[in-house]
């Protein structure tokens, strides 16, 4: 059970990294980016080739560099070519489909392990000589940290602070002096590049890369957003970014949990996902629903 | 005579050219600001006020005539270039904040690079700073730096988009109709900072008001204007011994119409 435990941690910090780059377009930016399926897939196939050669650190910096240009296709679609917001995700989605196999010379799937490639997982582990499980946690906890510790640092600077206004008050920015076009792009990369670190890490944690490993990826990082904003609340970017870590391992522990008490099949998985992120988007319609159906029982009780 | 900070030069402007929808917003209009002038706009809806702003911001560009700021030509800059130096205030509170954003980052955002450069956008420094101008409007807002602009009530809001509108010295301000949406009291208070912060900086600037009144009263020079044209430009003497009742007198002589929208009326008769 503590290995699962500690299984669900690991992963859960991982997908953090997905979710807070969905965070950055979501929340941040207030534009939901589907980009995500692909960059998260791109990270994951980038890594495997370079990783497979022999180079997994250098694997997660052009992992990083790959999904940042994939976020600014995204955003040059929807800012110079105009087109909607959530087709322009569709669109950069669906062709990296065909890169994504094209990076893997048309496999749908490779896997580290039976290449004996190493992994910086395993690296890590003959560096500090713990144990393997042990190894693995204190490198993604490290890194996730360092992530989010430098997101939440860049959203203070003054760039940070222009994208920002941009999801907030898009019409106030055009008529001052920043160009919005340029803040969305910026928004757009920083979320991918931070997508695929994510998909990156977990290829070489699973050691596996699979074309269709991250469909449906797109509610699991909205249902860990939202997790984390029903324990901390939505407040500043700050308090966001480390809700969305908590939301993202909590939303693992309630998923092991469900399959441990066999619940569910696991491939109802992405059903439940959609679920709670439906609940969580129709809270506030609920809310106004019940409030004025509580103030007719009310109003009808007191004429009685 | 101080060199004009603000010039256009014969600027026509004509909607949807051709077709039955044709509208003439701005018809050869001249008009030249130099540094302390404080001019009220005027005139009924339609007159032109808020596309001789547009004009000016870039929000289109002008078919014929020259825009030049600063002495600088800016007739066929885009509109965020232009932005850099002109603060414009709307009459609604919330174009000119962000609301998620807390009060200590909207002002940061509008400073920009001018408390040097630092890694955080809000710092020691330029927190300072902004301390000292939240205090000058008396609000109480300088101790509640920390709270996100949306929570604020809509005379607040007005009051620091007020500042952020001027806190990068811009050579020109913009204010259309900024105090409309707020209740009397509250006007009268942000209307009061207007002036001091105006005052204070000598930024030109042009306001576009309907209360006649306040448009005489406050400011420097009033324009008044009516279908695309600016029909009458008093300063000095010649405004100071003007009353409301000639201009509306000096008005009907020289468009022949009915100046008066319902607003207005209403304004008249409260006073």
Not at chain 1, 63 to 88: E, M, N, Y
Not at chain 1, 127 to 151: C, H, M, P, Q
Not at chain 1, 241 to 267: E, H, M, N
Not at chain 2, 251 to 265: A, F, H, I, V, W
Request: glycine share 8%; proline share 2%; net charge positive.
């Amino acid at each position: 059970m503590s290995l699962i435990i500690l299984g669900e941690l690991q992963t859960g910090m991982i997908y953090a990294l997905m979710a807070a780059g969905l965070y950055v377009t979501f929340r941040i930016l207030d534009i939901p980016d589907l980009t995500v399926e692909g960059s998260f897939t791109l990270g994951m196939t980038v890594t495997v080739m370079i990783t497979s050669a022999g180079y997994p650190e250098l694997a997660l910096l052009i992992a990083i560099a790959a999904g940042a240009c994939a976020g600014l296709v995204t955003a040059f679609l929807q800012t110079k070519v105009k087109i909607q917001p959530i087709l322009s995700g569709i669109i950069t989605m669906t062709a990296l489909y065909s890169v994504n196999m094209q990076i893997m010379g048309g496999k749908p799937n490779i896997s580290l392990y039976s290449a004996g490639a190493d992994t910086i997982f395993i690296k890590f582990e003959r560096l500090t000589g713990l144990s393997a499980n042990n190894s693995k946690l204190l490198l993604i906890s490290l890194i996730v940290a360092a992530v989010i510790a430098l997101l939440i640092l860049f959203f203070k600077t003054r760039v940070g602070l222009k994208i920002r206004a941009t999801g907030d008050n898009e019409e106030m920015v055009r008529s001052s002096s920043i160009n919005a076009d340029l803040t969305k792009c910026l928004g757009f990369a920083i979320g991918n590049a931070s997508v695929a670190l994510s998909g990156g890490l977990l290829c070489q944690y699973q050691q596996y890369t699979d074309i269709n490993y991250a469909v449906g990826m797109v509610v699991v990082g909205l249902a860990s957003i939202i997790i984390g904003e029903a324990f901390f609340g939505r407040r500043s970017v700050t308090i966001g970014f480390i809700s969305v870590v908590v939301g993202s391992t909590a939303y693992r522990f309630i998923i092991a949990l469900a399959l441990q008490v066999k619940l569910f099949d696991p491939y109802w998985l992405k059903f439940i996902s959609a679920v709670i992120v439906v609940i969580a988007l129709s809270l506030p319609v609920l809310k106004t629903y019940f409030q004025k159906l509580f103030a007719r029982l009310k109003n009808e009780r007191g004429n009685a | 005579m101080s060199a004009a900070m603000l010039e256009l030069i014969n600027v026509s402007k004509t909607f949807f050219p051709g077709t039955v929808n044709e509208r003439k917003a701005l018809r050869n209009v001249s008009l030249s600001l130099k540094s302390g002038d404080f001019v009220t706009v005027i005139g009924s809806n339609g007159a032109g006020k808020t596309s001789l702003f547009n004009a000016i911001c870039g929000t289109f560009f002008v078919d014929s005539g020259k825009i030049l700021l600063g002495g600088k030509d800016i007739t066929d800059m885009p509109d965020y270039k232009r932005a850099v130096s002109i603060g414009r205030l709307f009459q609604d509170p919330m174009k000119g904040t962000a609301p998620h954003l807390t009060i200590e980052e909207n002002l940061a955002l509008a400073y920009g690079n001018r408390g040097g450069r630092h890694f955080f956008a809000v710092n020691r420094k330029n927190r300072a700073k902004f301390i000292e101008m939240l205090a000058a409007l008396e609000l109480g807002l300088e101790n509640r730096m920390t709270t996100q602009i949306g929570l604020l009530s809509g005379g607040q809001r007005q009051a620091v988009a007020l500042l952020m509108a001027t806190i990068s010295e811009p050579k020109l301000l913009l204010l259309d109709e900024h105090t409309a949406a707020l209740d009397p009291a509250t006007a009268k208070k942000v209307l009061e900072i207007t002036v001091s912060i105006v005052e204070k900086t000598k930024t030109p600037t042009l306001m576009i008001t309907h209360d006649i009144r306040a448009a005489l009263e406050v400011g420097t020079r009033t324009i008044m204007m009516d279908e695309g044209r600016i029909i009458l430009d008093i300063e000095g003497e010649e405004r100071k011994n003007m009353t409301i009742e000639k201009l509306l007198q000096l008005y009907s002589k020289e468009s022949k119409k009915q100046l008066l929208n319902d607003r207005m009326l209403f304004e008249i008769e409260k006073q």
